[in-house]
């Protein structure tokens, strides 16, 4: 836009012998707006780097709380295994006490079905 200006400005100037003076001038103006782009995009430069150097502590510190979130979500994990294999193996040993309990039960009912059996034999005999 600025070399828009430049050359309209350059073409309304007359050509008797001021052609080189609005040369030199179209020179000046382009190396003041060079200037003013190079001091702008280093102006720029350094708020982005005020901006990343702001965002570096918070990007370490956001990874060190998705780690501490993960070991954390993967000793819960392994918790509600734990908690599961007691349980499962909390109902073996009670099948197991169940089971042995019975087993107890009918060894003491033995006599008392054979002594049973044999009355009720000995009722049909008669």
């Known amino acids: 836009m600025s070399q828009d200006v430049l050359l309209s400005i350059m073409n309304s100037v007359t050509l008797n012998g001021e052609s080189m003076n609005v040369e030199k001038q179209r020179s000046e103006s382009c190396d003041k707006c060079f200037n003013l782009d190079t001091e702008l995009l280093k102006t720029q430069n350094k708020s982005c780097d005020n901006q990343n150097a702001l965002d570096i502590p918070e990007y370490f ?41 019975i087993e107890t039960i009918n060894i003491e009912l033995e006599p008392s079905v054979a002594k049973l059996l044999s009355e009720k034999r000995a009722f049909h005999k008669k």
């Open 61 to 101: 510190e956001n990874n060190d709380l998705k780690a501490q979130l993960q070991a954390k979500d993967i000793t819960i994990c392994k918790l509600k295994e734990h908690i599961k294999s007691m349980r499962e193996n909390n109902k073996e040993e009670k099948v197991k006490h169940d089971m042995d309990e």
